[in-house]
């Protein structure tokens, strides 16, 4: 991963646009994350999540993860949202909230409810992690480079996906 990523990282980000970043930094990461857990996670990337048109939590979501081994429908529980964004933190974190929204909805409707929603924030070569619950959002400020601390990211995305994070 780390020697493919030194590769696509300089060439997403000449391209500078959230397809990009998406194509060649986010999906390997999660691919790999895929591999890893022996397929014990799906993984989906630009699927539309139509879980409360109402309330407006529809649309089409960056990338969402899932306790499930299926990787042909997406099942709950749905244990992580992933927001792709240029340079728009701000706007990533409302996205990437309404997305943890939806999935808790989608989760509790299926009997597989979370007490804890995570999430986060990307704009390629840097990541920020955020989580929801009991219906507060908590967003971490901090900033992990994706050169320095892709040990870290992929660690923090491990926890998440496998709920291994004291929140």
């Known amino acids: 991963l780390k020697n493919l990523l030194v590769e696509t990282v300089p060439f997403a980000l000449m391209n500078d646009s ?7 930094i986010i999906a390997p990461i999660f691919f790999e994350l895929y591999q890893q857990s022996n397929k014990q996670l799906s993984v989906f990337s630009g699927i539309k999540f139509n879980v409360d048109k109402k309330n407006g939590l529809s649309g089409e ?31 990533g974190y409302v996205q990437c909230i309404a997305e943890m929204i939806a999935a808790n909805i989608f989760n509790e409707q299926r ?37 320095e601390d892709i040990d870290r990211i992929f660690g923090i995305l491990w926890a998440m996906s496998f709920g291994e994070i004291d929140s």
Not at 18 to 24: D, Q, T, V
Not at 64 to 87: G, H, I
Not at 127 to 139: D, G, N, S, V
């Open 61 to 91: 979501c960056d990338f969402l993860v899932s306790r499930s081994d299926n990787q042909t429908f997406l099942e709950a529980p749905v244990v992580v949202a992933v927001e792709a964004k240029r340079q728009d933190y701000k706007q």
């Open 111 to 147: 009997n597989k409810p979370k007490d804890v929603m995570y999430g986060c924030v990307t704009i390629g070569d840097a990541w920020r992690f955020l989580y929801l619950k009991e219906k507060q959002a908590f967003i971490d400020t901090t900033t992990f480079d994706l050169n």
């Open 18 to 24: 959230e397809k990009a970043r998406s194509e060649y």
